[in-house]
């Protein structure tokens, strides 16, 4: 199973972004292939950063077409497929032992597995001390 780091998400983030931002300078009708040839280097940099998903074959298809190409869409599949990557488990525990999530993620054990959460105080209600 491929384990998502922070290293290969930002490269496959900066990579996806380059792409965009040069496919949108280049223009619309872009020059001989240099497209194409910047969405097989996008393309192949997010596979070996998140692994194969079936969302990178449309967006590579959709690349093809002219006035299509200004879209940001290498950077809304990247964004996508880290997302369901993440839920799906195949990012790393945190080096500090909670989820980068503000409201507390999951506690993590010596060996990686998710633990339960410790026992909350209880609260009073009442109003009274």
């Not at 280049?26 to 393309?43: C, K, N, Q, R």
Request: charged fraction near 15%.
């Amino acid at each position: 199973m491929l384990i998502l780091t922070r290293k290969r998400i930002i490269a496959v983030f900066a990579a996806a972004v380059a792409a965009d931002v040069i496919q949108i300078m280049l223009g619309p009708l872009g020059w001989s292939f240099a497209d194409e040839i910047i969405d097989v280097i996008t393309m192949g940099v997010a596979i070996w950063a998140l692994g194969f998903h079936p969302l990178l074959l449309p967006t590579f298809l959709v690349e093809l077409f002219p006035i299509v190409d200004m879209l940001p869409t290498w950077t809304a599949c990247v964004a996508a497929v880290v997302l369901l990557r993440r839920r799906a488990g195949y990012s790393e525990p945190p080096i500090n032992g909670r989820d980068s999530v503000v409201s507390g993620g999951p506690i993590y054990s010596e060996t990686g597995e998710p633990q339960p959460p410790p026992p909350k105080e209880p609260r009073n209600i009442t109003g009274t001390g």
